[in-house]
């Protein structure tokens, strides 16, 4: 049974052991609440909580990005996907790591360079100041309420897969599980801010990093670390191919007929893996890593160890699942698109046992909350930064310290109240969606935003509005929404694309920024040169202060527009971050 309100289909459970999950996951969230509890010390300012002080080094980023980057729902959708698709599965696994040097090459130096704590602190450099805000806190809230609502039912799918034996999926015990893990997840953020986050993420990186090498070092050993005889296996093994396509050869999702209901392969799969080349790095939540670096330096730094670790985190997840479909063979794997996600913890029970499938749970879970309070903190980031901002807002330090924190709460809140309101939904969708958001919408601002002159607020507005607004469509006329038997209307058909919309909402962003820019005849060189200064130096640019204003005056004809007019006094009114 499938659909947007329906359960996955019931399975038989052997490999879950709740009572060693419970005993493992207690100690490790105790453990995360000291790390926590030692960070709190140290938070004395907002940038104390939302940044760390900036005061990261480049190796505990590292670490940090890499656990960020190690969502447990990928990690076994992954291992699932190889073990049942193989070489197709794999090209789609390479895509995550050429996509990590678009944060090597883009991202990390310029964004840590600009400074401030969001998105909004770039934007505002060639754009006036509210739209600029409002533009910076919709696209980081609305993708966090699309990876929330899916991280929350992450957190659902451990507790019924990990923490329970019943082949039915058990909603009543996902829902508990999201509300109480949720509200510890909030708990840490409220206690240790940014640091403590870190900690988390540092703590979360070394559990699943050394998790996934033990496992690699186990099925190597069952081979006495002959791939050759590994890969002949996982051949001769292989779930059978309607069509005839071997598990090592091309086909298997870039053949025709492999998606449903379709005449648009190969572009389907091409189009997932091209989206998230583009679009995986362009997570506001990500940026955050980058914010905390002590210069951008060590930014660059730490988002090149990490996709160098990730690059090879990845490709242990290929060893495991052709060592999955090796020694469990077809029968012993997920063999659907809603079983996938069994594969690893057979695997895992087939080599340890209850022991070994209960450590598995309690990692899991822990790993998952890991994410949900990272995503957090960077949601109430955006909140409290750009939303007062765009009202003119700037409390003092002490007022907004509080401020912050209570918007922990609040928010935690809601996103634990919706994401218990969907827990029967089946909401997968949300990740390609986030990941087409961020190939139409943050790529083609950020790139406009710190190489071309001419960017303005026009085409700021048409990338981020134009680019959401695509994106968006081609979701709902969607295979994802329906004409698919893993659609949430399987029994409907009124789909138009089978292929990822960050294939063409990539594009379009690019276009309707370009378009919007020349229609507009709002110019900001002096905006411009002030960006390149700090974006490749770090140096704050100060503005120049009109003595008979007191605001900043920028030069005459700096901006398209009339001298004196509303846009040129909004510009006027910008302000640096003083989180740099």
Do not use: C
């Not at 295979?479 to 990822?500: A, L, R, Y």
């Amino acid at each position: 049974m499938t659909g947007v309100l329906a359960a996955p289909p019931p399975i038989d459970n052997t490999w879950a052991a709740p009572a060693i999950a419970i005993a493992v996951a207690i100690p490790l969230a105790i453990l995360v609440f000291a790390l926590v509890n030692a960070a709190r010390g140290g938070i004395r300012t907002p940038n104390d909580f939302l940044l760390a002080g900036k005061r990261v080094g480049a190796g505990q980023n590292a670490l940090a990005m890499m656990g960020a980057f190690m969502m447990y729902s990928t990690v076994i959708i992954i291992i699932g996907h190889v073990a049942l698709n193989g070489y197709d599965a794999i090209l789609f696994v390479t895509a995550f790591a050429v996509g990590s040097v678009l944060g090597v090459l883009i991202y990390a130096g310029p964004m840590r360079n600009v400074g401030g704590h969001t998105m909004g602190d770039l934007f505002v450099l060639r754009a006036r100041e509210r739209p600029a805000r409002i533009a910076s806190a919709v696209v980081t809230l609305v993708t966090y309420t699309m990876f929330m609502v899916a991280m929350l039912g992450a957190i659902g799918l451990v507790a019924t897969r990990m923490f329970d034996t019943s082949p039915e999926a058990n909603l009543p015990l996902a829902a508990v599980a999201m509300v109480v893990v949720g509200l510890v997840a909030i708990l840490w953020v409220y206690m240790g801010g940014m640091p403590g986050v870190t900690r988390m993420l540092v703590l979360k990186a070394i559990l699943v990093g050394s998790f996934v090498v033990v496992l690699t070092v186990v099925v190597l050993a069952k081979y006495k670390l002959n791939i050759i005889d590994l890969l002949d296996d996982a051949e001769a093994n292989a779930n059978p191919d309607k069509r005839g396509y071997d598990l090592l050869g091309p086909g298997r999702l870039f053949g025709e007929n492999s998606t449903p209901n379709s005449g648009q392969d190969p572009w389907v799969h091409l189009s997932k893996l091209v989206s998230v080349v583009i679009g995986g790095m362009g997570m506001p939540w990500l940026f955050m890593r980058y914010y905390v670096a002590t210069s951008g330096r060590d930014a660059r730094r730490s988002a090149g160890w990490a996709a160098m670790f990730t690059a090879g985190f990845y490709q242990l997840l290929i060893i495991i699942g052709l060592g999955a479909v090796a020694l469990l063979g077809a029968k012993g794997i997920g063999t659907n698109y809603h079983h996938r996600d069994t594969t690893l913890p057979r695997l895992v029970d087939d080599f340890g046992g209850e022991w070994a499938s209960g450590l598995l749970g309690g990692v899991a879970m822990i790993s998952v909350a890991a994410i949900f309070a990272a995503m957090l903190i960077n949601a109430v980031t955006s909140y409290t930064k750009d939303i007062n901002a765009a009202r003119g807002r700037q409390p003092e330090p002490a007022a907004e310290l509080k401020e912050i924190r209570r918007n922990v709460l609040v928010i935690g809140i809601v996103s634990l109240v919706a994401g218990a309101a969907m827990v029967p939904v089946f909401t997968r969708i949300f990740i390609p969606t986030v990941v087409d958001l961020g190939a139409s919408t943050v790529l083609p601002a950020i790139v406009y935003s710190l190489f071309w002159r001419r960017f303005n607020t026009r085409g700021l507005m048409w990338t981020v509005y134009g680019g959401l607004a695509v994106t968006v469509v081609m979701v709902a006329f969607s295979n994802g929404v329906s004409g698919d038997p893993n659609s949430w209307w399987p029994n409907s058909d009124f789909k138009i694309f089978d292929i990822e919309p960050g294939l063409i909402a990539g594009p379009l962003g690019f276009l309707f920024g370009y378009l919007g820019t020349i229609t507009s005849s709002e110019r900001n060189d002096a905006g411009f040169a002030e960006m390149q200064v700090r974006a490749l130096t770090g140096a704050v640019v100060p503005p120049r202060n009109d003595p008979s204003t007191g605001s900043a005056n920028l030069p005459t004809g700096s901006v398209g527009v009339p001298n004196g007019s509303a846009d040129k006094r909004d510009r006027g009114s910008r302000t640096p971050s003083g989180a740099h």
